[in-house]
């Protein structure tokens, strides 16, 4: 069975660091497309970035230059590096993977939930002003 596991979460002031793991156990998923995504309140689960099976990555907009996604195929884990964090990166963090399916989509399709069949449990990260 195919599981994902995520960890890392916690509080951090505004400008501050986090980091986020997520564990596959299972399968391996060097072919598929890995992600992460965030519920912030009131708001509907949106994507964070992607890593495709080349290893190239895809940001949404309001994390760029301040988030990195990476993987560790001998670990079979994701991360999530989480620099200048602000109150509004504030939410509950989901990895995702597109196991069974395949890779990632690009462009406007990129980082689409309804995309993504496989989803860990989420981790809370929350930030201070």
């Known amino acids: 069975q195919v599981q994902l596991v995520a960890s890392g979460g916690g509080s951090v002031q505004a400008g501050g660091s986090l980091s986020l793991s997520c564990a596959l156990t299972?399968?391996?998923?060097?072919?598929?497309?890995l992600a992460w995504f965030r519920q912030r309140p009131g708001e509907e689960r949106g994507g964070v970035a992607q890593i495709d099976k080349a290893a190239d990555t895809t940001y949404a907009d309001a994390v760029k230059g301040r988030f990195t996604i990476s993987r560790d195929k001998d670990k079979n884990t994701l991360y999530l590096q989480m620099n200048s964090l602000i109150p509004d990166d504030t939410g509950i963090y989901y990895c995702?993977?597109?196991?069974?399916?395949?890779?990632?989509?690009?462009?406007?399709?990129?980082?689409?939930?309804?995309?993504?069949?496989?989803w860990g449990q989420g981790t809370q990260v929350t930030v201070s002003s």
């Open positions: 995702a993977s597109r196991i069974p399916w395949g890779d990632c989509y690009y462009g406007s399709r990129a980082l689409d939930a309804t995309d993504f069949a496989t």
């Open positions: 299972g399968t391996t998923w060097s072919a598929y497309c």
